[in-house]
């Protein structure tokens, strides 16, 4: 079974704080995602990467970083937690091929920033 | 931009249909349904890739008209298990590959 496995399930955190979340997955896939879900908004992409050390901007980027130094490992950074960045954060992982690209989803971190 | 789902609720007694619809402002070149149970994550139900293409799974169908950049989900004789929020995700053209963006979602609720 593919595994999208995320570090926390709950978090609470001060404002001001660095945040780090971090995502691992196991069946090889060469991309990955970080979504963020807020009531009545849907999933909104942060940032993927398709490829070690590559990243792309999503809808959302601002106020976040991501990092991806090995392949199987996909970490979101907040610099400066904010209160705004409260939410459920939800990590998926693909293959990147042209006949479609299913998404694997990890239980999600709740984030609480205080 | 997001796509747009419609409805954005339905409740829906044991035994009825739904359909569930997705249209986008942008051309399209696959369309994924998701649905996610309450406190689970999102789980895949089907990908369509090609226009006026159908797909089927178990009672669950979904079709994809390209030229009206729409999809919509087809629930018959809805159980119990199929209550959960469905989202669409779209790939549109000039997008990167593998990059999704995601309806607000529609909450499904079947009632016994």
């Known amino acids: 079974d593919v595994k999208v496995t995320q570090s926390s399930r709950y978090l609470v955190k001060r404002t001001g704080e660095k945040v780090f979340l971090e995502c691992v997955q196991d069946m090889d896939h060469e991309n990955m995602f970080w979504y963020r879900q807020d009531p009545g908004l849907g999933l909104r992409l942060i940032y993927f990467?398709?490829?070690?050390?590559?990243?792309e901007k999503g809808d959302i980027p601002e106020g976040y970083s991501v990092s991806r130094e090995k392949k199987e490992r996909f970490s979101l950074i907040l610099e400066s937690a904010s209160t705004n960045q409260t939410s459920m954060y939800l990590c998926?992982?693909?293959?990147?091929?042209?006949?479609?690209?299913?998404?694997?989803f990890g239980p999600g971190t709740r984030l609480t920033v205080l | 931009q997001q796509p747009v789902q419609s409805p954005q609720a339905v409740i829906l007694r044991e035994g009825e249909d739904a359909v569930i619809n997705c249209s986008s402002s942008k051309a399209l070149y696959s369309v994924h349904w998701y649905r996610q149970k309450h406190g689970e994550a999102p789980v895949f139900l089907m990908i369509l890739l090609k226009g006026g293409e159908q797909k089927g799974h178990d009672k669950i169908s979904a079709s994809f008209n390209e030229k009206k950049q729409q999809s919509s989900l087809y629930l018959t004789a809805s159980q119990l298990s199929y209550s959960g929020t469905y989202f669409c995700g779209t790939g549109s053209y000039g997008g990167s590959q593998g990059n999704l963006i995601f309806g607000k979602g529609t909450k499904l609720s079947v009632k016994p």
């Open positions: 998926a992982s693909s293959f990147d091929r042209a006949g479609g690209n299913e998404q694997f």
């Open positions: 990467s398709y490829d070690v050390k590559m990243k």
